[in-house]
Every structure is written in C-alpha cells, then in structure tokens.
C-alpha cells in the first residue's frame, strides 16, 4: 500500500518517528549524540547530565560571594526542571 508515494516500510518509519517524539525519546538522541561527540564520556540520560550541570553551577557560584536565598534557588530549580523535561525539536 502506498501513500502520497511512501512504502509500507517508510510509511511504519515515518510513523514511529512521529510516535518517539510525541513520547520525547528525542531527549534519548541529545545524549547518544553527546556520547558519540565525546561530549559526555559514558551515555547518560539527558536530565541526569542536566541535573549534573546544574549542581555543579550553582555549587561553583555559591563557592564564591555570590549566595542565593530560597526563593533564587526554587527559581533556578524550575528553570532546570523545564530545561530536563521539556525539549523542543524543530
């Protein structure tokens, strides 16, 4: 069966593409790209290396003068919690 001139093999790829992004597997490709870029040396799960940075940010800023008080740092928590789970892929 064709479909605007697709096989059925291209058809179930184009289809399972469109299903893995709406279940943000998209997230999975960040991190085998950075693995194989040797970005990250072992592969790690995109909100895993998010989290990693951000504990490391923010414990390099607070190591100096700069110190957050509570309501920064729940801003900061919500910033990376959006960047760990929300990915945009155009």
């Known amino acids: 069966m064709r479909i605007n001139g697709l096989r059925d093999c291209q058809i179930t790829v184009t289809s399972n593409l469109e299903k893995s992004f709406k279940d943000n597997r998209?997230?999975?490709l960040v991190s085998?790209?950075?693995?194989?870029?040797?970005?990250d040396p072992v592969l790690t799960a995109y909100d895993?290396?998010?989290?990693?940075?951000?504990?490391?940010?923010?414990?390099n800023k607070q190591?100096?003068?700069?110190?957050?008080?509570?309501?920064?740092?729940?801003?900061?928590?919500?910033?990376k919690?959006?960047?760990?789970?929300?990915?945009?892929?155009k």
């Open 81 to 89: 919690e959006y960047i760990a789970t929300v990915f945009i892929w």
């Open 48 to 59: 895993q290396t998010v989290n990693r940075n951000f504990q490391e940010w923010v414990f």
């Open 26 to 28: 998209q997230r999975n």
């Open 32 to 39: 085998v790209i950075r693995k194989i870029t040797k970005i």
């Open 63 to 79: 190591a100096g003068t700069l110190k957050f008080n509570e309501d920064q740092m729940n801003w900061l928590r919500m910033i």
